[in-house]
Every structure is written in C-alpha cells, then in structure tokens.
C-alpha cells in the first residue's frame, strides 16, 4: 500500500488525516473533420473510408437520425447510397429546430439507439442535418450507456462552420438555451457543402453570422472576403458556380474553421472563460429564447455582434467607419441589426447577469477593436447597455429607410 504523499500514476494517498485520495487523469480527445462534396453519391467512398477511427465496411449496420426535412429531400439517394455499398441501416426521422430542441427529442433518439440494439464500441450513430439535429444526436450519445460514439453529417452552413466543428451538445430547458448538454466529440464530421444548394438564402445567411463573429475578433481579411464577395457567395450558396466564386466560397468556409478551431482546441472544455469565440454569445441566447421562433440562432447571434459594436463605437475602441462598414456587411449577407425584444432594458441586464453567472462571477463581455481584433471587459453598465440598443436603433432604422426594397429581402 502507498502511503504519505507518494504518487503512483497519478493517483495520491494522504495518511495524516486518515485515508484520501486525490485522482488525476487526463482523457486523450481525437476527432477529424472531413471536407467531402456530394458525399452520398455511390462513387465516393469518403464515408467509408474517410476517418481512420470510423471505417464503414459492406455488410455492417448503422443506426441514422435524420432532419425529417433533409429525409423528405434526400432521403432516397442517402438510403440508396448504403444499399449500394451493403450497410444495412435503421432511419429515425426527427423534426429538428429550436422549437422541439428539448430532452424529449433526445429520449426519441435514445429509444431508437436501445431498440437498435447498438453495439457502442463500433456501432457510431449517424446523425444527417442542421445543428439542432446533430446537437440532439451527440447529446444522446453521450447519455447512452454513458458515451456512445456519433458521426456528425451537417446539412446547413451553421453546422458547418459552427455545430459541426466543436464538442459540445445540448438542448434547452425552460427559458434556457442549450441549459442540458454534454462535451462530447463526434468521432468524425464531414463536410459536404452539396446539401446547401437547397436551403433558402435565410439559412444561409444564419450560417454566415457564425462566420461573420470570427472575422470581426480574429481576421480582418477574412472580413473583406465576406464584404468583397460574402453577397455573391450567398447568392450561389457556396456551390462554386464559377471559378472565382469557388475560390471565394472556399477561403470562407476553410478559413472561418481553421480559426474556430484554432480557438477551440486548447481549451475544449472551456476551462479557460475567456474565449472569444463567445463573441455574439453573451445577449444572443437570451434575445433568441424570448424572440421565438421569430429569429433563427444566427440572426440573434448577429444582433448580438451589432449591439456590442455599437457598445465598442461609444467606448472608442471602434472607428464610426468600421462600425458603419460592420453594419453594412451585417446587411448585405441578409442579416438583421434589430429586434423588438432590444426595446426591453431588463431583458439585456438579465442576459447580462446571467452571463455573468455563467462565467464564474465575472463579464469576460468580448468586444471588438476595430475589425479583426478583440478584448475582454468586465465593467459593461446598464446604462451603457441601453445606450448602445438605441444607438444601435437609430441606424438600423437609418439603414432601412436608405435601403432600396431589394436589399431589404433576406430570402
């Protein structure tokens, strides 16, 4: 028997006091994220043989959960890709939006996984659709039989960029976005950006506000990618029509991830409560919750980003021409800057103080210097608060009334 303060692979005995003991592990985390279009086409084996710690072979079995809309739209050509290469699947069609992004969605799928009779070493579920789909997906995952593994395959621009490159899962609860989830990495998500050419200019631009939030606190090129060609690439739904727009779609989407997750990897589990990819984060869940289901997780994301420029032009740290080349770039990827529920002082205090809960006693509020850089505070004001949403107002409604009709359709 150890005794005293001797260490043995990290695990401790105390004896002075009685027996104690203090355990540290450290878990090893791997996961891919595979860019592959037109993944289900019979000729590309990407999915077969794409992650190494995932190989798919004929004559296995998956269990699929599917976007009931994506199923409507692909479903036929996903189930004839698995009868052509001789995988034998099981498809729960879920709804899937932030109506429904609650625990009995997440007991549907758990249902389904023990029905399945899912062998949880080698059997990953595979969840086909939107971030509120993969986000219910990973988080039964992680529920059954205390981690079970999951591949993620994202159908929208959002998951993506955003839900389908980080580890975390969850569902609300209550008034609460994302208040139930888990840190759980996929094993694997691939990318096929084929699904996007059917989603309407509304969703895409929902994705881009995620990748709007990394080029104001991490890229300032990257924000003049987006105002030199974002509309057009909107337009085409990064599908690559021509050449040019290829190449642009291509920077966008490989760059905003390269910087997500760049922030993400040293600190996955958020040790760290400084992160700035929280940028958009700290007032955008309350404002989405309360606005429901008028505003989709993007376009209150993006709110969110313009009220804390607003807060960062009054505090100095933006110039009134960046601040006006942000709106006007928030604008023209189909985005909005306002929403009724900013009318309400309270409601922003009480996103405040809840954030303020969330991030162990203080702000960490990140706001943007200039574009493509960023810095933490701790000492917002109410009354800075509502200086900024009126601010904020004013030229929003400036904006619309300058705009011709046209700029004014974001779908």
Not at 15 to 29: C, I, K, L, S
Not at 119 to 127: G, M
Not at 273 to 302: K, N, W
Request: charged content about 25%.
């Amino acid at each position: 028997m150890h005794s005293g303060t001797q260490f043995t692979q990290g695990l401790r005995l105390a004896m002075d006091n009685g027996p104690a003991w203090t355990v540290e592990a450290v878990r090893q985390v791997r996961y891919h994220v595979v860019s592959s279009d037109h993944l289900f086409s019979p000729d590309n084996t990407t999915l077969l043989t794409g992650c190494p710690d995932a190989p798919l072979r004929a004559g296995e079995r998956r269990l699929v959960v599917i976007d009931e809309n994506v199923d409507a739209l692909y479903g036929a050509r996903i189930r004839a890709f698995f009868d052509h290469h001789d995988i034998a699947v099981t498809v729960l069609a879920l709804r899937a939006d932030e109506t429904v992004k609650q625990f009995d969605a997440v007991s549907r799928v758990v249902d389904a996984m023990n029905d399945f009779g899912i062998d949880r070493r080698r059997e990953p579920v595979i969840a086909i659709g939107g971030g509120v789909l993969t986000d219910i997906v990973g988080f039964a995952a992680s529920l059954y039989r205390r981690g079970t593994p999951y591949i993620r395959i994202p159908t929208t621009l959002i998951g993506l960029v955003d839900a389908g490159v980080g580890v975390k899962t969850g569902v609300n609860y209550d008034t609460g976005k994302n208040r139930l989830g888990t840190y759980a990495a996929a094993t694997a998500t691939f990318l096929d950006r084929s699904f996007l050419r059917s989603l309407d200019l509304r969703h895409i631009s929902n994705g881009l506000a995620e990748i709007l939030k990394m080029a104001l606190i991490r890229s300032e090129e990257l924000f003049e990618l987006l105002e030199r060609s974002g509309p057009e690439v909107r337009a085409d739904r990064f599908q690559g029509s021509t050449g040019e727009l290829a190449r642009a779609a291509d920077a966008i989407v490989a760059e905003s991830i390269h910087l997500m997750l760049e922030e993400l990897q040293p600190n996955l589990w958020e040790s760290a409560l400084e992160r700035c990819v929280d940028y958009g984060h700290t007032f955008s869940p309350t404002i989405e919750m309360h606005a429901l289901p008028e505003l989709l997780h993007g376009e209150a994301v993006v709110i969110d980003m313009a009220l804390t420029t607003a807060l960062g032009l009054l505090r100095g740290d933006v110039g009134q021409e960046q601040a006006d080349r942000i709106f006007s770039v928030i604008r023209a990827l189909g985005l909005p800057l306002w929403n009724d529920v900013l009318d309400d002082p309270s409601l922003l205090e009480a996103a405040l103080r809840d954030t303020v809960r969330h991030r162990d006693g203080r702000q960490r509020l990140p706001l943007p210097v200039g574009i493509g850089r960023h810095r933490f505070v701790n000492d917002v004001e109410p009354a800075e608060l509502r200086a900024a949403a009126q601010l904020l107002r004013r030229r929003a409604e400036d904006m619309t009334q300058d705009a011709p009709a046209e700029a004014l359709v974001s779908a």
